[in-house]
């Protein structure tokens, strides 16, 4: 029988330990996605980028719920962010007054798979707002969009009661 020194664990408990805390480390809390509405119809949803991401995909479904990874109506994969966000947009999804937008979210951070099941949006009455930040668009020429203002209920684990959206529209210019 062979038998081990117990001076002779200490590197192997210290090598484990070390691993141990460095993939501890690597944990990230997923942001929660910004959905967004668009008209005449279409829907973008996003999360801010994040040092070690490598990978987005998007599931989402109108009016049917979505159970753990269930594929949804539409989906999509995003391989590289866009001016510092992972954006998924499908412009071919109509969405309505009172609809709800069931999805989930799967991102890869260094090889790590982490996964938001069960998010939920109903889709609000939309209002008209001015805009504010139009530093874009020189004195001599009007916006090319108009934005609009939502508030709706959030549905846990969102920590808030009331969501405020706001949505951004482009139109066409004579």
């Given amino acids: 029988m062979l038998s081990i020194h117990p001076r002779a664990l200490w590197p192997v408990l210290v090598i484990l330990g070390v691993a141990f805390v460095k993939n501890g480390d690597c944990r990230i809390t997923i942001p929660e996605p910004k959905v967004e509405i668009l008209l005449p119809r279409g829907l973008r949803a996003s999360i801010p980028d994040i040092a070690g991401l490598s990978q987005l995909v998007f599931h989402g479904a109108v009016n049917r719920s979505l159970e753990g990874m269930q594929i949804g109506d539409f989906y999509g994969e995003i391989l590289e962010p866009i001016n510092g966000r992972w954006v998924y947009e499908n412009m071919d999804v109509s969405l309505t007054t009172g609809d709800v937008l069931n999805f989930w979210v799967h991102i890869k951070h260094n090889e790590d798979v982490y996964r938001l099941f069960g998010r939920s949006i109903t889709v609000p009455e939309l209002r008209p707002i001015p805009i504010e930040n139009t530093n874009h668009v020189s004195p001599s020429t009007k916006p090319n969009y108009e934005c609009l ?14 969501l405020k959206v706001t949505i951004c529209l482009t139109t066409s210019t004579p």
């Fill in 149 to 162: 203002e939502a508030t709706t209920t959030a549905r846990p684990p969102i920590q808030a009661d009331r």
